[in-house]
């Protein structure tokens, strides 16, 4: 490789018309750039009233629900250890009405993982808007706002 780095200086030289470098000249060219690994992060909150069979939410998009469903809250998290804590909040305001932990399952190829729960206590609020936050590892991963109307 050194060698053919010399050849390389030497011809761009010639072409450059300035002088030839030394041939024992070492100097290392940089190594490419290595990406920096991913902290591991809540990626989304998806939330709604109906799962399918794998657990993914139907209708995530939605963000205004009827009254008298429970609530599912699906949360996709990237580079977080299989096993890692997750702690997920339903709030109104500042007041945390129901609260669930899970643990995060074993990440794809691409380190996604997704987590999956519900809670039933929704179906006991009133309509008026809301939210879920969730944690990972005790650090606020993200708010997701939402509203019950009635029906």
Request: with cysteine; glycine share 10%.
């Amino acid at each position: 490789m050194r060698y053919l780095r010399s050849a390389a200086l030497l011809l761009l030289a010639a072409a450059c018309g300035g002088d030839a470098p030394d041939a024992d000249d070492t100097t290392e060219m940089p190594e490419e750039a290595v990406a920096a690994p991913i902290e591991p992060r809540i990626m989304a909150i998806d939330i709604g009233i109906a799962v399918d069979s794998s657990g993914q939410i139907m209708g995530a998009g939605v963000e205004s629900f009827p009254t008298a469903d429970t609530l599912h809250v699906a949360v996709r998290t990237q580079a977080a250890a299989a096993g890692a804590s997750l702690g997920i909040r339903m709030m109104r305001g500042t007041m945390t009405l129901d609260s669930t932990g899970a643990t995060v399952g074993a990440p794809d190829a691409d380190g996604i993982a997704r987590t999956s729960v519900a809670f039933p206590k929704a179906a006991t609020v009133p309509a008026g808007s809301y939210k879920v936050e969730v944690f990972l590892d005790g650090a606020s991963g993200g708010i997701r706002e939402f509203s019950f109307r009635a029906p």
